[in-house]
């Protein structure tokens, strides 16, 4: 006879979802953490960025183009690490009227959400520099998304999921060094 455990919520592995505007810190977080936890980290950016390289860029409507492809691929390789019973964390700028539907399609996760943010202001003068340094691949086109991104933040584009679970705040406009340990800690404490 077959012996069965009853699955625990110890046993629903966490999804880590870092989200909020361009230019609010969530890749550097998201890194940070991932490396102080020994957690996988997926961040929608750099499949972009594969794609960029083994496609090619030339303009914004090429680069949103890849951007919505890649979507499908952020979602399917979060489905399939949570299928596995893998706690992860997905970094991307989430948009909450479409997130919502897409995370209901994974399987069951626990969900700890760390929203980054800062002023308008803040946000606007990263994304500008940002645009200006050549930091990032230039697939993203930077330059030319900058009405974009204060469309966005005039319209809340990028405010936090609705998702069960904690939430977790970061606000880096005054960019002060993040306390990953105390997040660390918290997520530590959710898987096991």
Known sequence: M??????????????????????????TIARTLARELGLPCFSR????????????WSDRA?????????????YRVVG???????????EANFD????TAD????PPFRALQIYCTATPEKIRERFAARAR??????????????AE???GLDAGRWAPLDLDGERIDVDTTTNAPVDVVSIAAIVRALTR
Request: glycine share 8%; charged share 30%; no cysteine.
């Open 133 to 146: 340094d050549g930091t990032r691949h230039p697939g993203h086109v930077d330059d030319s998304t900058t």
């Open 45 to 56: 950016d750099a499949f972009k960025e594969i794609l960029f390289e083994e496609l090619g």
């Open 149 to 151: 991104v204060e469309a």
């Open 80 to 90: 399939e690490e949570l299928r596995a019973g893998r706690s992860l964390i997905a």
């Open 62 to 74: 090429w680069s949103r183009r890849l951007g919505r492809a890649t979507w499908p691929l952020l």
């Open 2 to 27: 077959a012996r069965t455990r009853k699955m625990t919520d110890s046993d629903v592995p966490l999804l880590v979802v870092v989200t909020g505007p361009p230019a609010a810190g969530k890749t």
């Open 103 to 106: 995370l209901a399609l994974l």
């Open 96 to 99: 909450p009227k479409l997130a």
